[in-house]
């Protein structure tokens, strides 16, 4: 009965995720597999003859990368821009000194060039890095010596990224909180304060004419003259003696208070026709448009003090575009407020509601793209395969947000759902295959290979924590997410992913796991044909 049950692949592979998980929850010292021990527990199976079916590994790997990759997306040309070069060198050293390990290797015990080749891309865990080793070489023996490695190169990424913050001492969430203040410190907090009119220089003179908004940067959400308080528009002229309040960074703030007069603590109360209310942006018709164009004081008597996305609070400059999600802090008259929460959506349902269609056609145009064949002069060629063409598809289509009606952005709750199913479908997968040939393999051919494997494995992944951290003393979560994009080990990513809160490793591995596919793919093709 127990073999025709795990003969059957639903009960099998959910028999798999249960005791993947109850061994992730073993700790020693600390220290625990968390989701990665799904793959130890499949690798058993795997070497008892249970196999989950290719399909549903693919399946899998599919919404494990297309959740990571909109995920990123946002932040992914900002991490590009600001940290790509550092990362991107130590990316082309992980490949660099895999390849010049195996090379070095081959040529110190004797192996073969397809060996060589094959080696590389088992123990960097490359399916696309196999494709061309075996079309480079036309033999089997890239297929077998692949065969040998690729169970290392699994389970070797998956230990090295659980123990390196224990090695160097580092607390994951300690790490992430710093990045995340040093992340906040880039966009100033906003304050509110009070201004008495006293520079006669803006006597008489509008907001308008005074240009304060551009020159300061603050923004002025009220005005009192006399006893009357009201929402300021660009024609409202200040007298000497009234009262403005503002809204601003402290350096925004500083600078108005040379220009109109001096400054105090404290706010103008509201009128009871006026109010101040939070609205949320989930109109898809106001995605992506800038808060200039929209002429809030005009249209409807209101003025945004501030904006907060993903945490932060934003000046609401002109030029800012909206995004799907953000918090407007609106002041103005009752009935106006209400006839911008219309225009903005204000329907916070839309948040947590999971749309379908953008999943499914972003990871069609993934694979699509994933197909394309790219060729070079001599006689090079590459092709993103369905992991690459997936993840580039799913960061782009993040970034630009929104394509006439169809938001390309998810929950966070439904993305983190999607994600852990595709990893787990993928880790059963990979597990059980890498396991049914484990034994025979090390029986066929010896430890050497294994050893080597071991060894192209290891070594970059050392290499680049001594460059990361003593060269470019990057932090230790840019590094896990590079060296798993470098290695282009998707279960490292998921090692990664389950020791921390924060998104920094699944935005560097977004960044360099293209150029590192590509720079495999080349030097695998260099060494079967010059080497």
Request: net charge neutral.
């Amino acid at each position: 009965m127990l073999t025709d049950l795990l003969n059957s692949s639903y009960f099998a592979l959910f028999l798999i995720v249960a005791l993947g998980f109850m061994l992730g929850r073993i700790q020693i010292k600390g220290l625990s597999l968390d989701v990665s021990a799904v793959i130890f527990i499949a690798l058993l199976f795997g070497h008892f003859g249970v196999i989950i079916p290719k399909e549903l590994g693919n399946f899998g790997l599919v919404l494990f990368i297309f959740t990571i990759g909109i995920q990123a997306g946002p932040g992914f040309f900002d991490s590009f821009r600001s940290k790509g070069k550092t990362l991107i060198i130590i990316t082309l050293l992980i490949i660099c000194s895999a390849a010049l390990t195996a090379v070095g290797l081959k040529y110190a015990f004797g192996i073969d060039t397809p060996s060589a080749v094959g080696l590389i891309a088992g123990a960097l865990t490359s399916t696309p890095g196999l494709a061309v080793a075996i079309d480079s070489t036309h033999s089997p023996q890239a297929s077998i010596a692949y065969g040998i490695a690729y169970p290392f190169g699994v389970i070797g990424v998956i230990l090295f990224v659980k123990l390196l913050p224990r090695i160097l001492h580092i607390d994951l969430d300690k790490e992430a909180r710093r990045l995340e203040k040093e992340r906040r410190n880039q966009y100033p907090e906003l304050s509110t304060c009070i201004y008495r009119i006293t520079n006669p220089v803006v006597f008489g003179r509008s907001l308008m004419q005074i240009n304060a908004r551009a020159i300061t940067g603050a923004v002025i959400s009220r005005h009192k003259h006399g006893g009357q308080i009201a929402i300021p528009t660009a024609h409202t002229v200040l007298c000497e003696g009234d009262y403005i309040q503002a809204v601003g960074s402290e350096e925004a703030l500083g600078q108005l208070a040379s220009l109109v007069g001096e400054r105090e603590e404290g706010e103008l109360p509201l009128s009871h026709t006026q109010e101040i209310e939070s609205l949320l942006l989930t109109k898809k018709d106001m995605i992506n448009k800038q808060l200039g164009d929209l002429n809030l004081m005009k249209n409807f008597g209101c003025t945004v003090t501030r904006v907060r996305r993903s945490g932060i609070d934003l000046s609401p400059s002109p030029e800012l575009a909206l995004k799907f999600g953000d918090k407007l802090t609106v002041v103005g008259e009752k009935e106006g407020l209400r006839g911008l929460a219309r225009l903005l959506g204000n329907n916070a349902k839309k948040l947590s509601d999971t749309d379908f269609f953008p999943i499914a056609m972003g990871i069609v145009l993934g694979v699509l793209f994933g197909k394309l064949n790219i060729s070079f002069s001599g006689g090079l060629s590459f092709s993103p395969g369905l992991t690459g063409g997936i993840l580039i598809v799913a960061l782009f289509l993040s970034a630009v947000g929104k394509t006439g009606p169809i938001i390309w952005s998810m929950s966070g709750p439904a993305n983190q759902l999607l994600r852990q199913l595709g990893l787990l479908l993928f880790l059963a997968e990979v597990g059980t295959s890498a396991g049914k040939n484990l034994v025979a393999t090390f029986q066929e051919s010896g430890w050497l290979l294994f050893g080597i494997g071991a060894a192209i494995t290891l070594i970059p992944m050392l290499a680049a924590v001594i460059v990361g951290r003593l060269v470019f003393n990057i932090s230790i979560l840019d590094l896990l997410g590079t060296i798993t994009g470098g290695m282009t080990s998707t279960p490292g990513l998921a090692a990664a992913d389950s020791m921390t809160d924060s998104n920094i490793p699944s935005v560097a591995y977004a960044t360099v796991y293209p150029i590192a596919m590509v720079f495999l793919i080349l030097c695998i093709q260099i060494i079967a044909t010059a080497v």
